[in-house]
């Protein structure tokens, strides 16, 4: 304790999760350039201080935080190093976002093969989470898509890591949370395009079983995803609507100079040219209840079902892909104590009984999810993977009776280990040290020892949520 008073205290500030839900104290630095990590590696040794990484702060959980520790922000490392339009291959800082990537690159044609629901994460943050998009199937995560990097070790070495070389740092350090090492360049493939645009198809799916069997129907398409009523029970419990999506072949888009222009894909300010987006959080805000859930879901299926069924249209890449950019700070309409998002990935077999499970759970615990989104994945050979051959949900809870909602999260966790299912730090706030060792395996938490042990031997990278799940292993 005594330790950490050496730490100025004009840095200390308070820094949130995603959701609003964890809020916690912390001695903040924003490095620029690669040569002043090694000093506050030192710094934190010297106060006997533990660092976190961050990068935009935008996983849900405690993914980023360090309670009165120091935070490492990536944010000022945002330079585009190199890139060659010819061949699609970039070389970032961590700190470039998804959003200056894609607005560099659209106009010579060329996309990430890979993309979160949001445009606003850091490269550098999404490979310490090893992102995945509505195309896992076809694409993989983002992880799969880099040629090289280079790391600095807080044992003080500088690492190039390729698929070969390093090979255990590189699939380490991309999904490593933060915990093995700092990227500091990173070079990725891009994906070649010939429109801005893509081909959109939208259609309603009755129930679970149907919503599951359409998203693994159509797992050959670029892109597939399933939005799902949460809210509703009985026969219709886990219908939803169905987006597929596929990239537009050469030669199909009678103006691809015009759609690959960024004032194309620019998302519109106002909501049907009348609200102003920014506002509109205040509303959502006012339906951001068991009651107003259920009939914001319910119109927007009987909507889908109806004059939206098996409608084809063509729709930017930006508005496909950030979706839930639409609504800035949409997440403040969660209220006070916020929101956390619950996704567990459970392989084929066993998907469709336990998401009825951990629905009907929720719904009769009067905890109902307001948001759920599916999607088809398949395993990848990095440490600390999520993905599995099957599918994933994603959940977004309110916060609210708190001793009722962790028991809840028990409960699914539990629920979710019965099916042989896996969790993703990214989202994460509700893991405990016993279910993360029994998803990740003995053989997995061993290796992760090894590597920290060799990359990290006074164990300074420690996040809040590496104290909460692998305390203790
Ligand atoms: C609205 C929304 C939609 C989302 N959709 C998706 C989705 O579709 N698919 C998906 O997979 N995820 C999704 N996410 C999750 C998000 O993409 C991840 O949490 C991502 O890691 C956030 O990036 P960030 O820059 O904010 O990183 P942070 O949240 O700040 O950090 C993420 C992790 O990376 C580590 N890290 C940060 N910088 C570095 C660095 N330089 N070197 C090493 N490690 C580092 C941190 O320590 C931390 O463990 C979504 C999040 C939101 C809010």
Redesign the pocket.
């Known amino acids: 304790m005594a330790a950490k008073s050496t730490l100025p205290l004009q840095r200390l500030v308070r820094l949130e999760n995603?959701g609003h839900s964890i809020d916690r104290p912390a001695y903040l630095y924003r490095p620029t350039h690669a040569s002043q990590i090694n000093d506050l590696f030192t710094l934190a040794e010297k106060t006997g201080s533990q660092i976190?990484?961050?990068?935009?702060?935008?996983?849900?959980g405690d993914?980023?935080l360090a309670g009165g520790g120091i935070v490492l922000d990536?944010q000022r490392m945002n330079r585009i190093l190199d890139w060659n339009p010819e061949t699609g291959i970039i070389t970032v800082e961590?700190g470039v976002t998804i959003e200056q990537l894609w607005r560099y690159i659209i106009e010579d044609g060329w996309w990430s093969p890979v993309m979160?629901?949001?445009m606003f994460?850091?490269i550098?943050?999404?490979l310490?989470?090893n992102?995945?998009?509505k195309n896992n199937w076809r694409q993989g995560t983002l992880g799969e898509h880099v040629i090289s990097f280079t790391a600095l070790l807080p044992n003080g070495e500088e690492k190039v890591c390729t698929p070969t070389r390093n090979k255990d740092l590189f699939y380490g350090?991309i999904s490593g949370?933060?915990l093995l090492?700092?990227?500091t360049s990173i070079t990725l493939q891009m994906k070649k395009i010939y429109s801005g645009d893509l081909e959109v198809d939208a259609w309603a799916e009755p129930n679970l079983e149907r919503m599951l069997r359409a998203t693994d129907e159509h797992k050959e398409e670029d892109y597939i995803v399933g939005w799902v009523d949460t809210t509703v029970g009985g026969r219709a419990l886990g219908r939803g609507q169905m987006h597929s999506a596929r990239y537009l072949h050469e030669g199909e888009d009678p103006q691809p100079v015009r759609t690959m222009r960024p004032m194309h894909q620019d998302l519109p300010d106002t909501i049907m040219g009348l609200v102003p987006k920014s506002m509109v959080w205040r509303f959502l805000k006012l339906g951001i209840n068991n009651p107003g859930a259920w009939a914001g879901n319910t119109a927007k299926y009987l909507m889908n079902q109806t004059i939206g069924n098996h409608k084809r249209y063509r729709q930017s890449l930006v508005a496909f892909t950030f979706l839930?950019d639409y609504v800035p700070n949409w997440e403040y309409s969660y209220g006070r104590q916020g929101l956390i998002q619950y996704q567990s990935f459970l392989p084929f077999e066993t998907a469709h009984d336990t998401y009825q499970e951990i629905l009907q759970r929720s719904q009769k615990r009067g905890l109902p999810s307001y948001l759920g989104v599916m999607k088809r994945h398949r395993p990848d050979q990095f440490l600390f993977s999520h993905a599995v051959d099957g599918f994933s949900l994603a959940l977004d809870f309110k916060v609210r009776r708190r001793e009722h909602f962790v028991q809840l999260m028990d409960d699914l966790n539990q629920i979710v280990l019965a099916g042989n299912g896996r969790f993703y730090f990214?989202?994460d706030s509700t893991l405990t040290p016993d279910v993360v060792q029994q998803y990740l395996g003995d053989g997995t938490v061993r290796k992760f020892k090894r590597l920290k042990a060799s990359a990290d031997p006074a164990h300074i990278l420690q996040?809040d949520?590496y104290r909460r799940c692998f305390g203790g292993l």
């Open positions: 995603f976190a990484l961050r990068g935009a702060g935008r996983s849900y993914a980023a990536f961590p979160p629901g949001t994460p850091t550098g943050g999404c310490g989470a992102i995945h998009g350090i949370m933060g090492g700092v990227f839930l990214a989202k996040s949520l």
